[in-house]
């Protein structure tokens, strides 16, 4: 039951789960969710407290700063893979060590505003390149060093829009749990 009840915890809305097809109207939805998480995010965290920012969304889990600033983190990456994967044939992408990420100062102790801004201007540029792709820009494809697989755009969209919205989930069930 306890390993049951920290799998819920970690992930709330379930693990990605691939579409059997990567049709328009898939794609169209999950850009729409990667355009309106910064609006979502910000309506849940806006007003939280110092205390509240610091609270860790699971028993050894980040606080909703760090997932915050993650988020940033994550997405910035998500772009620049996607320009390289445009850019470069079937690049080989920088893997980067989220973990080591969340423990640096700036996610430790900043405060959520500037992130909450650079998000919105990240997304609004995510969802603007992801709307112009080509039917051949989204077979485009990079490999990932540390999973040793091949990424298609048109699967990273639909992992970028769940990404959202699971951590958006840690946020929401923690306020929920805590009767915030």
């Known amino acids: 039951m306890e390993n049951i009840t920290l799998e819920k915890l970690r992930y709330p809305i379930g693990k990605f789960i691939v579409p059997e097809s990567y049709s328009t109207t898939y794609l169209t939805a999950k850009i729409a969710e990667i355009a309106s998480f910064p609006e979502q995010l910000k309506k849940e965290v806006i007003h939280l407290t110092e205390a509240q ?6 028993q050894g889990g980040w606080t909703i700063r760090q997932v915050i600033h993650h988020c940033a983190d994550s997405h910035m990456n998500c772009f620049i893979r996607i320009k390289w994967t445009l850019t470069e044939d079937h690049p080989i992408i920088k893997f980067y060590h989220e973990d080591r990420w969340a423990e640096l100062d700036d996610n430790l102790t900043m405060p959520i505003q500037p992130t909450l801004s650079f998000l ?16 051949a820009d989204l077979q485009k494809s990079f490999i990932h060093p ?11 969209i639909g992992t970028y829009a769940w990404h959202g919205n699971h951590h958006l989930a ?11």
Request: aromatic content about 12%.
């Open 146 to 156: 540390d999973a040793n697989a091949v990424f298609q755009i048109k699967e990273i």
């Open 170 to 180: 840690h946020i929401t069930e923690l306020k929920k749990n805590k009767g915030w």
């Open 120 to 135: 919105e201007g990240l997304h609004f540029r995510l969802a603007y390149l992801m709307n112009g792709l080509s039917e």
């Open 53 to 58: 920012l610091e609270t860790p969304y699971r």
